[in-house]
């Protein structure tokens, strides 16, 4: 095995020829700047506007949104990145197709493997959150199922251990048994994974109407939480702004970089796209905008309607209702994060099997998973896959797992992005003129060569003038701290290394900063967290070496020749 082939990487003119009107065309070109818009409104307000918001705050305080704004500015150098490489490669694969182009075939095989912990692994988390929201709303119109078919095994196990939580304890008292072993599973979540499989099966179409419908139900009911809310704020509240530090609000990032995730969804749909070189790029970045404006000023709303101490639940925007005895919001809320969460998982449960399409093609998966279904134009036999990899789990593991593994596998596959930019090669003039004239997007060039040097020492200086002991406590090596500081460490040994190449190689600036700010966020994860995302890489690498290697397009053309 030579290890250079390790790197090999994929020609523009291939995977253009390759994706769309080449060999595999096939896809039905529907899509719309504004249905794309849309699919990133509907990937974006989900899980993490319903549901981890309640962790963020509780974690953070009314600080959060100081998280949600360094959150925002990560994912919009991140997204200006994912644009840059749309209008250069207008093929559905995401961030895989953009890592083969520009790190090589293992970096892409990488990106590929951590985008499953994107989509399918981040829809278990969504389903078990609308499940909840769903029994509420079921509740109101008297309809009670019993605890151990609304909640998973591990979380009712747990509870049972614990002695705490009613609804684990009553899941695991009252559950029926089969040969000594507890039926219990989170049955809404099972179903509505079904649905959404099926639709998404069925066409891009059928899938495009029903977003649409959902984004403007969950944008008015949201607008009318802030609303209402807002009557019922007091400023004491806010005080403390930073009761945990710091470090408690960023203990809260894996809750507020889950509330970003989706946007990135878009960029799968290329194929789909009408335009995609021009609408792609603009639907990453207007929904990215919408949606931050509307996380801050949530954030600010419900730690103003009460404390922060009272926020660490599953269901936060209908706590803060039920606090203040506003119960004819309850039932609105819960129809609001049903619908919200219910785009998320369509939106996700599209993506996932388009990169699968994209990695099947380039011979890194079975050739299946590339099949178009001649009736529905879908990649058909990858839909129904995902639909399993979604379900399945969601018998045997419970959402707070899930949420970390989500947040460190989709920033990873950011950070490459962001050096893949980096790394395209420039483009000629000709080119650059025809990308202009024909409305496609450009990240504008900014010589980072003495700015991006005078950034880091100005971060520096303002470190050491208001956290003084900081280098003091990241270099403590001792064994209890070592493996929290690692990461620390490592992002500062990136960002000395940015400024030598900056200088050196005149990188650009906007691509650099989102590389730099998605390292930092990294940072924030917990130890348990790079664990399990190593045994999951490792995992990915062995079944690229046993199948993805040799059954490579490319090396079974240079085999070929």
Not at 167 to 177: H, I, R, T, V
Not at 280 to 285: Q, Y
Request: glycine fraction near 8%.
């Amino acid at each position: 095995m030579s290890f250079l082939k390790l790197f090999r990487r994929k020609s523009l003119s291939t995977i253009l020829q390759q994706g769309g009107d080449g060999e595999h065309s096939g896809l039905n070109k529907v899509l719309t700047v504004k249905d794309l818009t849309f699919f990133g409104i509907a990937a974006i307000i989900g899980g993490g506007t319903f549901s981890a918001i309640g962790n963020a705050c509780f974690s953070g305080g009314p600080a959060v949104v100081l998280l949600y704004i360094m959150c925002a500015i990560a994912c919009g150098f991140t997204a200006m990145c994912y644009a840059e490489f749309a209008s250069r490669v207008p093929v559905s694969g995401s961030a895989y197709t953009y890592a083969y182009v520009s790190f090589g075939e293992l970096f892409a095989w990488i990106i590929g493997w951590a985008l499953i912990m994107e989509y399918s692994i981040g829809n278990i988390y969504i389903a078990f959150s609308w499940s909840g929201y769903f029994t509420n709303l079921l509740e109101t119109f008297g309809v009670h199922l019993p605890e151990w078919l609304t909640i998973n095994y591990k979380s009712a196990q747990d509870a049972f251990v614990a002695g705490k939580g009613n609804e684990g304890l009553m899941a695991w008292q009252n559950a029926p048994s089969i040969a000594g072993l507890k039926i219990i599973f989170d049955l809404p979540a099972v179903v509505i994974n079904l649905l959404i499989t099926y639709l998404v099966y069925r066409g891009t179409k059928e899938s495009k109407n029903f977003s649409n419908v959902m984004v403007y139900i969950k944008l008015a009911i949201i607008l009318l939480v802030i609303i209402v809310g807002a009557f019922y704020i007091d400023i004491d509240n806010w005080t403390p702004f930073m009761p945990n530090g710091f470090s408690g609000v960023m203990g809260g990032v894996s809750a507020v970089f889950f509330a970003y995730i989706g946007f990135d969804a878009v960029s799968t749909l290329a194929e789909e796209s009408k335009n995609p070189q021009r609408d792609l790029p603009k639907g990453m970045i207007y929904s990215l905008a919408i949606c931050t404006v509307v996380f801050i000023v949530l954030a600010l709303v419900i730690t103003g309607m009460v404390s922060y101490e009272l926020l660490g639940v599953s269901d936060p925007l209908a706590e803060i209702f039920a606090l203040k005895g506003v119960k004819w919001m309850l039932f609105i809320v819960s129809i609001a994060a049903v619908v919200a969460m219910t785009s998320v998982l369509l939106v996700f449960q599209m993506g996932q099997p388009r990169i699968w399409m994209t990695m099947s093609r380039d011979g890194l998966m079975p050739k299946k998973f590339s099949e178009i279904h001649p009736k529905y134009k879908t990649p058909g036999f990858a839909t129904i896959v995902t639909g399993l990899v979604v379900g399945i789990p969601i018998f045997f593991t419970d959402e707070n797992f899930v949420l970390d593994f989500t947040s460190i596998g989709t920033l990873f596959a950011f950070v490459l992005v962001c050096g893949g930019v980096l790394m395209l090669s420039p483009q000629s003039e000709s080119e650059l003129v025809e990308r202009a004239t024909k409305g496609k997007f450009r990240i504008p060039y900014v010589n980072s060569k003495f700015i991006f040097p005078l950034m880091v020492i100005i971060a520096t200086g303002l470190t050491i003038n208001f956290i003084p002991d900081f280098f003091t406590t990241i270099l403590d090596f001792s064994t209890n701290k070592l493996a929290t500081n690692i990461p620390m460490i490592v992002f500062l040994l990136v960002c000395a290394v940015m400024m030598v190449l900056s200088f050196t190689k005149n990188l650009s600036l906007i691509p650099l900063l989102g590389l730099i700010s998605c390292c930092y966020l990294l940072t924030g994860m917990a130890v348990s967290n790079w664990m399990w995302f190593g045994c999951w890489l490792v995992i990915g690498l062995i079944f690229y070496f046993i199948y993805g290697y040799k059954n490579s397009k490319l090396n079974l053309n240079r085999q070929e020749e």
